[in-house]
Nanobody, 125 residues
Framework: QVHLVDSGGGLVQAGGSLRLSCSCT??????????MGWYRQAPGKQRELVAR???????NYSDSVKGRFTISRDNAKNTVYLQLNSLKPEDTAVYYC?????????????????WGQGTQVTVSS
């Protein structure tokens, strides 16, 4: 089993900051957590990538958040963070954690993608 639990959203004024966290828990077969990331979905819009980080720390960001958001991860805790600074009303959305997890059996492996339940970020003007 793999579970992603994301948290840290809330209501903040424009220019403010928030920190989102996402913990990945696994049970059963041996698994490795590969790339982790954050996506967001605003009302009436498609879900979009915000930021992503590989297991060795390489990152990429959407152009709309570069310089304002920072993604990081603690591999020992299987946790990924998203620091949101200089928030704008257009950042308002439900933010979803995402993870690529590889499961290993005796002579096989299988990669799957998982989502958290989402956390609401609302930025008031």
């Amino acid at each position: 089993q793999v579970h992603l639990v994301d948290s840290g959203g809330g209501l903040v004024q424009a220019g403010g900051s928030l920190r989102l966290s996402c913990s990945c828990t696994t049970s059963g077969n041996t698994r490795s957590i590969d790339a982790m990331g954050w996506y967001r979905q605003a009302p009436g819009k498609q879900r979009e990538l915000v930021a992503r980080i590989t297991s060795n720390g390489s990152t990429n960001y959407s152009d709309s958040v570069k310089g304002r958001f920072t993604i990081s991860r603690d591999n020992a805790k299987n946790t990924v963070y998203l620091q949101l600074n200089s928030l704008k009303p257009e950042d308002t959305a439900v933010y979803y954690c995402n993870a690529d997890v590889t499961e290993y059996g005796r002579q096989w492996s299988a990669a799957k993608n998982y989502w958290g339940q989402g956390t609401q970020v609302t930025v008031s003007s």
